[in-house]
T-cell receptor, first 117, second 113 residues
């Protein structure tokens, strides 16, 4: 069965420092991986995705994510955090072999990122 | 502007009073889905639709109905709401295919008293 784990409920980082939000996954076949961000009172916004190819994926707002197949991880990173990056972040996975519901994303529990000035 | 529009944003109702949350997308997406978001539980899929007149249950379908009579609309119906359906609801859509990201509406916060 597909699953996603975000081991940290909250990540605290000082503005200007690099940030990492962790995500590990489990799927039967090759994964399609996504990161979303949710600001208060808003829906989830797509940040980036990994399909195949380069292990470092670049996305919106300066975010990037590193895919590691051997560790089944897809950690979200940013070289220099901004206060405005403070939000709730979700990792999600879709199994390439999930033919019965090809749109279904399995979401992690979410990680709250707090960036302090 | 490409978007998924949900209405209403906030809804307070009483147990047993039927309600409908509307969802519309203007991106010609085949796939549409409803999720609910609860603290500590993340997002859970309620129902999904692969195309017009094709709907199926997600992980938590009990107490909900959907319909897909037109490609752009995917309303969520609660025939007899109960307090355990108090939640934040999201509609989402995408093109068919595993590598297409879901696009989300801004959510509907439902309170059932």
């Amino acid at each position: 069965a597909q699953s996603v784990a975000q081991p940290e409920d909250q990540v605290n980082v000082a503005e200007g420092n690099p940030l990492t939000v962790k995500c590990t996954y489990s799927v039967s076949g090759n994964p399609y991986l996504f990161w979303y961000v949710q600001y208060p009172n808003r829906g989830l916004q797509f940040l980036l995705k990994y399909i195949t190819g380069d292990n470092l994926v670049k996305g919106s707002y300066g975010f990037e994510a590193e895919f590691n197949k051997s560790q089944t991880s897809f950690h979200l990173k940013k070289p220099s955090a901004l206060v405005s990056d403070s939000a709730l972040y979700f990792c999600a996975v879709r199994d390439e072999y999930s033919t019965s519901n090809t749109g279904k994303l399995i979401f992690g529990q979410g990680t709250t990122l707090q960036v302090k000035p | 502007e490409a978007q998924v529009t949900q209405n209403p944003r906030y809804l307070i109702t009483v147990t047993g009073k039927k309600l409908t949350v509307t969802c519309s997308q203007n991106m010609n997406h085949e796939y549409m889905s409803w999720y609910r978001q609860d603290p500590g539980l993340g997002l859970r899929q309620i129902y999904y639709s692969m195309n017009v007149e094709v709907t199926d249950k997600g992980d938590v379908p009990e107490g909900y109905k959907v319909s897909r009579k037109e490609k752009r609309n995917f309303p969520l119906i609660l025939e007899s709401p109960s307090p355990n359906q108090t939640s934040l609801y999201f509609c989402a859509s995408s093109f068919a295919g595993g590598n297409s990201p879901l696009h989300f509406g801004n959510g509907t916060r439902l309170t059932v008293t």
